[in-house]
């Protein structure tokens, strides 16, 4: 399951509205715990997909951003827990692209879908155990001000106790 601050899906929802038409990314940051993902920030990034016409259906995070970013996170008390892109007027729906460039067991997929520049609902996604395929995994917006750094882990904690069936 991957687990959104309501401020996190608000802003991954702009991110995708302000790179329309092009595929908007970056990585989602937070927690891995329980088999959730947690994320409480995100690190856009810019789609460096060679050919810019390309880039309405296709992205690529720079191999250096993602390293500097994960790097910025850990330092933050955070993990990369996932990766992010839009969807510009197609559904949210992981592409067999996204498949071949997954390579994370464990991470969420989360897409976005833009429609004429206005975004809407995302699904997620993660890798099968044995890599053939993507399995959809349920969102959850949770509310309130989670905060950034170590008080996320408490908070996180917190949450899974409290209110999940584990
Ligand atoms: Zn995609």
Do not use: N, Q, S, T
């Given at each position: 399951m991957l687990v959104l601050t309501q401020e996190v899906d608000a802003q991954i929802r702009a991110h995708g509205a302000a790179t329309y038409p092009e595929e908007g990314c970056g990585l989602l940051l937070g927690v891995m715990a329980n088999d959730r993902n947690l994320v409480t920030a995100i690190r856009p990034l810019p789609n460096?997909?060679?050919?810019a016409a390309e880039r309405r259906t296709r992205f690529r995070i720079d191999p250096q951003d993602w390293r500097a970013a994960e790097l910025d996170a850990l330092a933050n008390?955070?993990?990369?827990v996932g990766i992010f892109h839009s969807h510009p007027d197609h559904p949210p729906v992981a592409s067999a692209r996204d498949l071949a460039w997954a390579s994370w067991p464990g991470y969420s997929y989360l897409i976005t879908e833009v429609r004429q520049g206005q975004p809407g609902s995302g699904r997620s996604w993660q890798l099968a155990a044995d890599r053939s395929g993507f399995v959809e995994e349920e969102i959850e917006i949770a509310a309130g001000d989670w905060g950034v750094g170590t008080r996320d882990l408490r908070l996180g904690k917190r949450i899974l106790n409290d209110q999940a069936p584990l």
């Open positions: 460096v997909w060679p050919d008390g955070l993990d990369v």
